[in-house]
């Protein structure tokens, strides 16, 4: 088991569980928060690597998308 652990790429496990988690938000709905059209994939990746690790509230999605978006060039 030890051997098995220690010859995988971390990085490459934690893309495999990542990719199966779907964006809360859709990208119409970022577009209606004023978030430019260049940067809507990268906040929906963000937004989906979030989900998957934690719970996040709903209400709370906007904020956070603009907050991100923010951040980003």
Known sequence: MARFVWSTNPLAMQRLRSSQASAPLTAAELARLGIPVRKIPRVRQELAR????????RALLPALARQIARQLL
């Open 50 to 57: 979030l989900s998957a690790t934690t719970d996040l509230d």
